[in-house]
């Protein structure tokens, strides 16, 4: 028995839908077969009609075909008598088959049989008379050859024997053609004369013969084809009796099953009454009403066995029902109802209790309690008292304006938060903050209002800490602007001198006289420069970042190129501490892909940079790994490895702080500790974290995943230097305004150089009095000098009507957004930030002056000329084995390895020097796609000409 009442209702109901279910289950399967055999049974009845209908018609129109063909005088006549007939018997015959498949017995082999007996009878008597038709025929065209037309005049002598000729024709017995043929001897003497007229006559007689015999035969024939034709309508109607019987006989056994199948209904349904009966008595009455009005009875006595002098319970209450389900549930519902009544007259005594402690609480609380309604006060706790400076008992007439005043907002007004308002205590004023809440919405008898509490809670040390608070505020803002403006400030300061010394290195590598060891110098101090402006930049990121003004500038950019590059950078510094530095790249990248090459490039020659420092023996490596392209986008993973000292789990968790360095003194001066706080700040800003594993005395590895963004176009990203040696057209003339003369003095050398006519000033005053007097094509001017700065200047340039569409182009070491803004508010067209780089300021010039610029012989884009010159002959090309290492170190971008290689294979072989010479000059121009492209092609198969 299940232990639910419910599962206990649905188990009885259950066997009460199964009884009633299968009655009525039973009861359509009753009718639903009754009605099957009924319909059946009346298209099987239907269908014997029709087919009983449809049979002796046919059989009336074959007897009427039969009759037709019998008697039919001409050929054609015969034909179409014997063609009905034989349609019909086809009819005839595909009603028997359609009988035969309803119906086995001996009836459909009578049919089959007298059809078929018709059908030869019909052939014969068809062939017969048509032969009797065809002898008549001739018989009549003889009379006619040899007599004549029976009209037309006959010789006298012929007379007898044409009388003796037309009785033969009406002759239709054997006796009177023996009468005639004797007769026939005396009238053929006087023609026996003319030829062939004896045999005449004899074939005459023997066609007559023929006749007589064949309708005797014809008359046979259609005697037993009447005979066949009553046989089958015999047959037909044998077949229908036999039909209607069959059909009386299923009419009867199923009006049998139905009786039959309404004595089982019947049955069933006084069955299931009686179970549903004896279901309802035995669970309903005993097991359920039964067991409620026991616990209802103990629900209603008070039990006074269980009830000691005092009252109060001495033992539990039972309630004798039994069971698991939802009575039984009752029944120890009831009990435990006892028990807690009990209980309830010991939890009124605690509850006292409990009250007695909130109002020790409320009077010892150090926020005063007030209960007012409406402005009268009705109750202050001890803290009010002690608050307000009134004395207990209170005097009547009290009201809130004698202990608040300045509420803000007023008590009428709704606010969930508290509010200000100045507390009065004698002749002193504090200020306090008031709490409502609403008790009751009811109004007073006298209408007076709701009742309400307010927790008045003393604000005087509050508001000091927020004076005190708004004062440090205010003074780390000033800090930080003072910050701000003392690395803007550095910054000018330090950009100044590297703007000469970038500026005097562009020059000097424009001079094509220089050997290869002169242009890696330069190269490299001009390297070290540019690392030296990013460790300016990175002071100035920290402020950025920390102010949230630092944006992403994303642009497509491609990766061999990138990546050889920071290499480049990064080798020369551990080949000075004798480290190896190896660029690994796992995966085909991209030709291109659209990051913030500076920031990207700044946190990588960051982490590769302390990879080098607090490294002094082994490698330092950098490896990317491509982990999926999924439509646009490319994951990287970047991992920089090192074989240095490492660090412990302490150093680990200061490892990002900004200005926090790890390790020892003496490699903390080679930083200043910005770098990895600013560069895990950048990698953020992209998507990613940067993540570490160390061990100490080991080394350590950092690593961090970036989605990037892989452009549709890819053309122009590879790095191909350009190098501008003038300009097409008329000479245009330059005015440079720099209150320091090596500025003005390095731009003026880069500009004659490309044939421009330069004009100089040192502050404002002087450049717009210059400007005016020989009307430059452009200005170069200068923000910050004394006499009068860049920007009044400009403003000024751009009030004269004869200066106002002067191009001019800021030379700034002021970098920040700020500047720039006020720069284009002033009027500016460009700004070009010191240290001035010579490809920047050119394309700015080019633009604003619409110059077309003139370049060496040979040196164009990537993408359109991978290699100068004429193409390589095949034997200066080494084989494809010799060119592996090659191939190698292309992929990685290793540009030094690769002009090694080059050199390598130049020693190796002689020929191979004009190949070697090109590869290493694709190397040291960074053109990584069109060397790319020469090391695949020199890979292809083609013959080798060392076999000819």
Request: aromatic share 4%; with cysteine.
């Amino acid at each position: 028995m299940p232990h639910s009442l419910r599962r206990q209702f649905a188990l009885a109901l259950a066997g009460l839908a199964l009884i009633f279910g299968a009655g009525g289950i039973f009861a359509l399967y009753a009718v639903r077969e009754v009605a099957v055999a009924s319909r059946q049974l009346a298209e099987e009845r239907l269908l014997r009609v029709r087919l009983a209908q449809d049979l002796v018609a046919e059989t009336a129109t074959i007897a009427l075909d039969a009759s037709q063909l019998i008697h039919a005088d001409t050929g054609i006549a015969l034909h179409g008598s014997f063609e009905r007939m034989e349609a019909h018997l086809r009819n005839f015959d595909a009603i028997v088959t359609q009988i035969s498949t309803t119906n086995g017995d001996l009836v459909v082999l009578d049919l089959h049989q007298a059809s078929q007996l018709l059908r030869n009878s019909a052939n014969v008597a068809t062939q017969l008379r048509e032969d009797s038709l065809n002898t008549e025929l001739r018989w009549r065209a003889l009379m006619e050859e040899r007599f004549g037309r029976p009209e037309a005049p006959a010789p006298p002598d012929r007379l007898p024997l044409l009388a003796l000729l037309y009785q033969l024709r009406g002759a239709t017995r054997p006796d009177e053609l023996e009468a005639l043929n004797a007769r026939l001897p005396a009238l053929m003497g006087p023609a026996a004369r003319q030829p062939g007229l004896a045999a005449d006559v004899r074939e005459l007689f023997a066609m007559r013969d023929k006749l007589i015999g064949q309708q005797r035969v014809i008359t046979g024939l259609r005697d037993e084809i009447r005979r066949q034709s009553q046989a089958m309508g015999a047959a037909a109607g044998t077949w229908s009796t036999a039909s209607a019987t069959a059909y009386r006989e299923a009419v009867q056994q199923v009006v049998e099953a139905s009786e039959r199948h309404q004595r089982w209904i019947f049955a069933l349904f006084i069955g299931s009454v009686l179970a549903a009966v004896a279901v309802a008595r035995v669970f309903l009455g005993h097991h359920v009403i039964g067991r409620l009005q026991e616990v209802s009875q103990h629900l209603r006595s008070d039990h006074p066995q269980a009830l000691a002098g005092n009252g109060r319970m001495t033992g539990p209450v039972t309630v004798p029902v039994q069971g698991e389900d939802e009575i039984g549930g009752m029944a120890r519902a009831v009990e435990r109802f006892l028990e807690d009544r009990r209980q309830l007259a010991q939890t009124r005594a605690s509850l006292e209790i409990e009250q007695q402690r909130l109002a020790a609480i409320i009077d010892h609380t150090a926020d005063g309690i007030l209960v007012v309604r409406g402005e009268r006060v009705l109750q202050l706790n001890p803290a009010g008292e002690r608050m307000f400076g009134r004395a207990a008992p209170q005097p009547a007439g009290l009201v809130v304006g004698d202990l608040l005043s300045d509420l803000d907002p007023p008590l009428d007004v709704e606010q969930a938060l508290p509010r200000s308002a100045m507390g009065q205590h004698g002749e002193r004023r504090f200020p306090v903050e008031v709490s409502v809440s609403r008790m009751s919405v009811q109004e007073g008898a006298d209408g007076e209002g709701a009742l309400r509490v307010l927790v008045v809670r003393d604000a005087t040390l509050r508001r000091a800490a927020e004076q005190q608070l708004t004062a440090a505020r205010d003074a780390a803002i000033a800090a930080q602007r003072a910050q701000t403006t003392f690395l803007a400030n550095m910054s000018h300061e330090l950009r100044t001198p590297l703007n000469g010394i970038l500026g005097y290195t562009q020059i000097l590598r424009l001079d094509n006289t220089l050997d290869e060891q002169q242009a890696a110098g330069l190269k490299t101090i001009q390297s070290s420069g540019e690392h030296l402006l990013m460790l300016i930049n990175d002071i100035l990121d920290i402020a950025k970042i920390e102010a949230g003004r630092l944006d992403l500038v994303t642009a497509p950019v491609h990766p061999a190129s990138f990546f050889g590059m920071i290499g480049d950078l990064i080798r020369i510094k551990a080949q000075q501490k004798n480290l190896e530095f190896a660029l690994e790249i796992h995966g085909e990248l991209p030709d291109a892909m659209e990051i913030d090459e500076r920031r990207l490039r700044q946190v990588l020659l960051n982490l590769l940079g302390n990879a080098v420092k607090f490294s002094d023996h082994g490698q330092v490596q950098l490896i990317v790994h491509l982990l999926g392209v999924e439509d646009d986008r490319a994951r990287l993973r970047f991992e920089v490895c090192d074989s240095g000292i490492g660090m412990d789990a302490g150093q680990l968790q200061r490892l990002f702080q900004p200005f926090a360095q790890v390790h020892d003194a003496a490699r903390r001066v080679a930083g200043s500790g910005l770098g990895l706080s600013i560069s895990r700040q950048l990698v953020r800003m992209m998507g990613g974290d940067i993540l570490v594993r160390s061990v100490p005395e080991e080394g350590s590895v950092f690593w961090f995943e970036l989605a990037v963004q892989v452009p549709q176009t890819v053309a122009g990203t590879a790095r191909v230097e350009r190098t501008a040696i003038g300009y097409a057209g008329a000479p245009r003339s330059v005015l440079i305004v720099d209150d320091i003369a090596e500025n003005r003095e390095m731009l003026a050398w880069l500009l004659r150089l490309l044939g421009f006519q330069i004009d100089e000033a040192d502050n404002g005053q002087t450049a717009i009095a210059r400007a005016q007097a020989k009307r430059p094509d452009l200005i170069l001017m200068d923000m910050m000098m004394p006499v009068m700065d860049g920007l009044q200047a400009t403003r000024l340039i751009r009030a004269d009507a004869s200066l106002k569409e002067v191009p001019i182009i800021a030379i700034s070491a002021s970098v920040t957004a700020e500047d720039r803004q006020k720069w284009v508010a002033s009027g500016g067209n460009g700004f070009e930030a010191k240290p001035v780089r010579r490809e920047s300021l050119l394309r700015q010039m080019g633009e604003l002056l619409d110059l077309t610029w003139l370049y060496r012989d040979g040196e164009g884009d990537a993408a359109a000329a991978p290699a100068e010159g004429e193409p390589l002959a095949p034997e200066s090309i080494p084989a494809a084995d010799e060119l592996q290492e090659l191939h190698r170190l292309t992929l990685a971008g290793n540009m030094a390895a690769i002009c090694d290689e080059a050199e390598r294979l130049a020693q190796a072989e002689a020929r191979y020097r004009p190949f070697a010479d090109r590869v290493r000059r694709l190397a040291n121009e960074y053109q990584v796609r069109a060397l790319a492209t020469l090391v695949k092609e020199s890979l292809a198969p083609r013959s080798d000409p060392r076999s000819g």
